[in-house]
């Protein structure tokens, strides 16, 4: 993910906390490395910034959604670069990973619902164990 920093100090776009770094995400990869870009014409024109523990967030809830994207390709029969299973045990680790970060990070989270990633590992770790997919 590429992110542009400020030294202005201003407030954050998601939570509203005043912070003195700001960091606005732009271009980069997705978890699967994967070029994208989440900035519109429009977006670019008013972009939004965001204090680090939200910067932090907006990084896992990318690769969140692109590991969820292909969890759904994958339990549907579709391509999937999940059908790999170092792919797949790679994308689990990082989605425990996640889990364990935002449990002991800040609460409320305004980016990504520690609930959607807990049953995201859920729903992984019962494929591994249904498809005998060990790691």
Known sequence: MTMEKTDQPG???????????????????????RAYNRLSAVDDQAPRWYCEECSREKDFQRDVRSIREEFLRLRSGSDSL??????FLRA???????D???????????????????ILLMDLDSWADDHGIAG
């Not at 980069?28 to 490395?33: A, K, M, T, W």
């Open 11 to 33: 407030r954050c776009d998601s939570c509203c906390r005043v912070s003195s770094v700001l960091y606005k995400v732009s271009l980069g990869h997705d978890f699967f490395d």
């Open 82 to 87: 999940l059908s790999d299973p170092s792919n």
């Open 92 to 98: 689990r680790q990082r989605i425990r990973e996640i």
């Open 100 to 118: 364990q970060q935002i449990k002991k990070g800040r609460s409320p989270h305004v980016i990504l619902s520690p609930r959607d990633v807990a």
